[in-house]
């Protein structure tokens, strides 16, 4: 007797159901740049593995520098809501300052795939690469503008601690360069070397996030 299947084929998503086969790509996409690195993985590759053809995938995205910003765009969106959750919820900017660094840090460590990928990368597209966290952020939807969001938001925090009355050592913005490089660090430093025998990871992030407070606040 024949088996009949009711399911639909794997190139095609039922109405409304698209968005499911995007997030799959994604999963795909990012698996194999991990896997293989950005270079060595083929559209061809990403289609095979979602199980749909290579024409199929161009109807989400049209080449592979759109899959890789689209997945720094989801991997910083982790970041972003937290970001909003501390402008949401804390009030003293010296405080929300501190929160961020925590904030920047949990998502690293709670997502090494994906920081290793965003990163610790040195093949991202080159919207990307050439400018970073000054790419322009006038169109929240444009791909490939997360990174940036991110770090205009952190700018923003350290401009509000100024406007209260908070006196800094260096100018916002490189003070923000200045927080970010320091915890990159950290993170990197985690993630790439999980087996080291580091003394005490809270008390080296408590550290890490004292330092950079104390070398970016000006002392009263």
Known sequence: ????????????????????????????AKELFLEL??????IRRIAERVGISAPALYLYFK?????????????????????AEIERSVEDPVERLHRFGEAYVQFGLTHPDEYRLVFL??????????????TVTDDPTKPGVGG?????RLVACLKAAEASGVK???????C????????H????????????????????????????????????
């Open 1 to 28: 007797m024949t088996a009949f299947s009711t399911a639909f084929p794997s190139g095609r998503k039922r109405r409304g159901e698209g968005h499911t086969r995007r997030d799959e790509i994604l999963q795909a």
């Open 37 to 42: 690195g950005y270079n060595s993985t083929t």
């Open 63 to 83: 080449d592979k520098e759109e899959l890789m910003l689209a997945l720094c765009d989801q991997t910083f969106g982790y970041l972003l809501d937290a970001v």
């Open 121 to 134: 990368n040195a093949n991202l597209p080159e919207a990307i690469r050439k400018t970073g966290h000054r």
């Open 148 to 152: 940036a969001m991110v770090f205009n």
């Open 168 to 174: 800094l050592n260096y100018p916002p913005e490189t």
């Open 176 to 183: 923000a360069e200045l927080c970010w490089m320091g915890l």
């Open 185 to 220: 660090g950290l993170v990197s430093a985690f993630i790439m070397k999980p087996e080291f025998p580091w003394s005490d990871r809270d008390l080296l992030i408590k550290g890490m996030l004292d330092i950079h407070q104390k070398g970016i606040l000006r002392e009263p």
